[in-house]
Structure formats: structure tokens, C-alpha cells
């Protein structure tokens, strides 16, 4: 398989759910990130990870609580999640943090979350 | 207001040529992108610039780059309905070691026959 990859592509949760999203690159990239897109908003940067490590963290609630286990690999844990938390939720990786066409991020198909 | 800006939505016929415009503030911008997103989809890359060039052609996407205006465009000649999508521009500066991208809001662009 190539690209980034995302499972769940839909998922459907209660507000006392724990659930989790995952994501892997098989680009050989050494940073990840993930994405929060909602209607008519920006796009918004939630997570970066280089080399496994956090590196950014954009004032994120912290019923979202990310993992990166190794450079292929990022989860996004969800817990008491609320309603407005639904949204495509995007991975993308990119070759290396700290220059222009390093930090060039390929993405992958989202995960549709609907809390209820 | 916001870096980068792009109109909310653009409307074209089938076989025309679309322009899709997009102005960004932060005159260090280095790489400018294009992603495209089909419904249901994540974003892909289209294209990107560098900011030294002031135009790139790949296929039938030509990108304009007037770096004096700061602004950007994406041209699709012979559009098609497959070509109906959201597109997002997006540019990298430097600020504190880091190129993340900022993402303007998206274009939606609808093909009609």
C-alpha cells in the first residue's frame, strides 16, 4: 500500500466513548501531523510529531490525546468528546521538519467523526 | 484577517478555462502549493511553487505567481466535471525553524455541462 492511509473512515461516537483514529504513512516521511477540518472553517493544525517526538501542539482540549509510536505510525485518541468536536479529522506526513519542500505534506482520506 | 485568502466559490462550464485566485500576506513566503479535496477525500497535491519562479505549467494546470501582489492563481484549461472539487492554497514562510503550511479556506469549484 502506498500513500497515507486512515481507519477508520467513519466513525460514530457517544460522548462517553473512548475511541481511537489511526494513521500510517508508507512514504518513508519522519514527520506526521494531524488536521481538524470543520464546516467553513480553516483548516486547523492540531498535532505535529518529527521523529516520533511532539514538536506542536496547537492549544488542543485534551480529550484529544495523540500517540506516535514509531515514524509510520500516529493515533489520535478520543475520549468525552462533545458534539462540536465533530469534523473530518486529516493525517498527513511529510519528509522532515525545518525546510521548505521538507515540511511538503502529502494527506490521507480523513476520518468523518460524528459525536453524538 | 486571515494569511491566505481565496474566494469561497467558483463556477465554470464544461471545457472553459478556470482561474482560481488566491492573495497571502507574508511577503518570506517560499513554497506556495495548490491541494485539490473530492468530496469524501483528503487533500492532494496538485502543484507547488517555488517563490523564485513566477510561473509553473503541469499539463493543464498552469500556476501564476505575482510575488510583488503576493498573489497566486491556479489555471485548469479544458475543465472537466471530474475537475469539480475544493482547492486550497497554501504557503510556507519561515517562523521559528518551521514551514508548516498555512491553508487559505478552499475554493469550491463547480463544473456544469
Known amino acids: 500500500e502506498t500513500g497515507v492511509t486512515q481507519t477508520p473512515r467513519h466513525l460514530v461516537m457517544g460522548m462517553t466513548n473512548k475511541k481511537s483514529l489511526k494513521c500510517e504513512q508508507h512514504?518513508?516521511?519522519?514527520?506526521m501531523y494531524w488536521y481538524k477540518q470543520s464546516a467553513k472553517k480553516p483548516l486547523e493544525l492540531m498535532f505535529v510529531y518529527s521523529l516520533e517526538e511532539r514538536v506542536e501542539n496547537n492549544s488542543v482540549p485534551s480529550r484529544f490525546s495523540p500517540e506516535c509510536p514509531n515514524s509510520s505510525h500516529l493515533f489520535l485518541h478520543l475520549h468525552t468528546l462533545q458534539p462540536e468536536d465533530s469534523a473530518l479529522y486529516l493525517c498527513a506526513s511529510s519528509q522532515s521538519l525545518g525546510t521548505p519542500i521538507g515540511e511538503t505534506q502529502y494527506f490521507g482520506p480523513g476520518t468523518r467523526l460524528l459525536v453524538l | 484577517g486571515e494569511d491566505v485568502e481565496q474566494s469561497l466559490f467558483l463556477s465554470v462550464r464544461e471545457g472553459d478555462s478556470s482561474v482560481i485566485n488566491c492573495t497571502y500576506t507574508d511577503s518570506s513566503s517560499t513554497y506556495l502549493y495548490w491541494y485539490k479535496q473530492e468530496p469524501g477525500a483528503g487533500l492532494q497535491l496538485l502543484t507547488y511553487?517555488?517563490?523564485?519562479?513566477d510561473m509553473k505549467q503541469d499539463q493543464r494546470l498552469t500556476v501564476l505567481l505575482n510575488k510583488k501582489d503576493k498573489h497566486l492563481s491556479l489555471r485548469i484549461a479544458d475543465t472537466q466535471t471530474g475537475d469539480s472539487a475544493i482547492y486550497f492554497c497554501a504557503e510556507t514562510s519561515p517562523g521559528g525553524g518551521s514551514y508548516i503550511p498555512t491553508f487559505g479556506r478552499g475554493t469550491s469549484l463547480i463544473v456544469h455541462p
Open positions: 511553487i517555488f517563490s523564485n519562479m
Open positions: 512514504l518513508g516521511h519522519n514527520a
